[in-house]
């Protein structure tokens, strides 16, 4: 075969030259180069235009195609809106921190349910309802990337919630206020 005759069909090559086993190689869209084992010249010349076209359309390979989303970007989002839709927003920024200190470089869609569960639950120091306002943040974390388009699957919707215990020790009559109030 030619060098005019290889050159029309780029990225088509015979890996052991005799044997008829034709392979493609190609880059996806962030340079990575890719091989396929296909067989006949013919069909491995058709496969390789496919698999350009593919690349161009973001089809093949398109989990590469885009940076995954990590839960530090979610939350930096979720505090974004925080803070202009609430007004306990220093709360949520202080929940936010021990989350990201576990979280921050994940892929946000590798999250599980258990996880998230087994992490709230080792925090010693937090009340029943402290865990639930931090497990309503992370779940409003993930509503909010689902709404963007960003996330399909909120793991934090499937973390029960604790029961939640606050109930008042008693109550102080006037005269008792009015001393209280004096000092």
Known sequence: MSDQQQRKHRGVFEKIPGSGVWWVRYHDAEGCR?????????????????RRVEVREGKKLPELNRRA???????????????????????????????????????????APEEIEDKLASVQKWADATRNRVRALLSLTYRLAIRQGKLKDNPARL??????????QG?????????LAQA
Not at 34 to 50: Q, T
Not at 174 to 179: A, K, N, V
Request: proline share 4%; hydrophobic share 35%.
């Open 34 to 50: 890719h091989r396929e084992k296909v067989g006949s010249k013919g069909i491995a010349i058709k496969v390789a235009e496919k």
């Open 69 to 111: 989303v990590t839960f530090g970007d979610l939350a930096g989002a979720a505090l974004d809106y925080s803070e202009k839709n609430k007004r306990d927003f220093t709360n949520d920024k202080c929940r936010m921190r021990l989350p990201l200190t576990w979280w921050k470089e994940r892929p946000a869609d590798s999250l």
């Open 159 to 168: 973390v029960q919630a604790r029961p939640e215990h606050n109930v008042r």
């Open 171 to 179: 109550f102080i009559d006037d005269t008792q206020y009015f001393r």
